[in-house]
């Protein structure tokens, strides 16, 4: 059998957190909007409908919610880190990717965008890409 590969896209999922390390940001919560991708390794159980051998994105999601609503982070970069730490837990993933906005950072911008990625190749190292949006 040819390897097969799954994608999950968990798209805007719209958070609130302490993020920052300005005085305000310390004292009000701010609204973070998430974005993970994650591609995992699909085995024949589950291409067989056997629900105990998926990714269950449900579990990603809420272990990302109860980390990012009860937590208090410095940096962008903790948060979004964090988040990857998170999504690619699962032994079968192969690649991950995150990216949290934090609308309204700036004055004149709509958001702030970082975004980490994590590749089971190169465990060690993960690739940082900024973008401003």
Do not use: C, W
Request: charged share 25%; proline share 2%.
């Amino acid at each position: 059998m040819n390897t097969r590969f799954a994608t999950i896209n968990i798209q805007n999922l719209r958070l609130r957190t302490y993020i920052g390390f300005n005085q305000e940001e310390m004292k009000k919560q701010q609204d973070v909007v998430i974005n993970i991708e994650i591609r995992y390794q699909v085995n024949e159980k589950v291409l067989q409908d056997k629900v105990h051998d998926a990714l269950n994105y449900k579990t990603v999601t809420k272990t990302v919610i109860k980390h990012v609503e009860q937590g208090r982070f410095l940096l962008h970069e903790k948060l979004v880190a964090d988040i990857l730490a998170i999504s690619s837990e699962h032994p079968t993933v192969n690649h991950a990717r995150v990216t949290v906005d934090k609308p309204h950072a700036l004055r004149f911008a709509d958001s702030v965008s970082l975004s980490l990625e994590y590749t089971a190749d190169n465990a060690n190292i993960v690739n940082y890409l900024e973008k401003a949006s």
